[in-house]
């Protein structure tokens, strides 16, 4: 309910019936109004041109907030996943995974030459050390799909994950480029692949 002073003539008000509640000189608490003198005040309520002003009032009136209140985030409210902050996991397909036991058995020097270039492009160096292993980087290369989380390992930290793998999409992509340049080179390996999957 709106505070008296929402209403415009407070001399409408009901008379106290003497059954109440003293809470201060002021202010009286009543339990109980006397069915005549409440039927009284009712026509004498109903018939005030303030009545309609007074019920808009009452009907607009809200509690204020105090200045101070801080809005706390309800606990029980789970964010979606599909709002959470950050870029989304990069997932590259490896063309040139297929070939890798083949490369990695035979090992021609343009392997090495490409791994160890893309190792220290992708990932960089420090005080003149590569920044990761080649051999991490080589053994990215048998991933179907290069993803951090799929080099990460329990000596692997997610950031040198990351590193590696920006390596390897670096040189799956120069190997693939070394093949198309060279078609003799890719349809003998092509040749061999069919070999063994007859042979599975």
């Not at 008000?13 to 339990?31: F, M, Q």
């Not at 329990?154 to 120069?174: F, M, P």
Request: hydrophobic fraction near 35%; glycine fraction near 4%.
């Amino acid at each position: 309910m709106p505070p008296q002073s929402a209403f415009q003539n407070t001399s409408l008000l009901p008379e106290r019936h003497p059954v109440g509640l003293i809470i201060d000189e002021d202010i009286t608490v009543d339990y109980s109004y006397s069915p005549v003198t409440f039927k009284r005040w009712a026509d004498k309520r109903r018939s005030d041109p303030l009545l309609i002003e007074d019920a808009e009032k009452a009907v607009r009136w809200r509690p204020t907030k105090p200045a101070h209140t801080i809005e706390r985030p309800d606990p029980e409210s789970k964010e979606p996943a599909s709002s959470r902050r950050g870029r989304p996991e990069l997932k590259t397909p490896n063309p040139v995974a297929s070939y890798m036991s083949l490369l990695c058995h035979q090992r021609p020097h343009w392997v090495d030459a490409i791994v160890y270039g893309s190792t220290a492009t992708g990932a960089g160096s420090s005080s003149g050390k590569l920044n990761v292993q080649p051999r991490a980087v080589l053994a990215a290369l048998y991933l179907k799909t290069i993803s951090a989380n799929a080099v990460k390992t329990a000596d692997i930290t997610l950031r040198t994950a990351q590193t590696v793998a920006k390596a390897a999409r670096h040189a799956a992509h120069g190997i693939g480029c070394y093949l198309d340049r060279h078609p003799m080179t890719k349809a003998r390996m092509d040749l061999e692949l069919s070999y063994e999957l007859a042979a599975d």
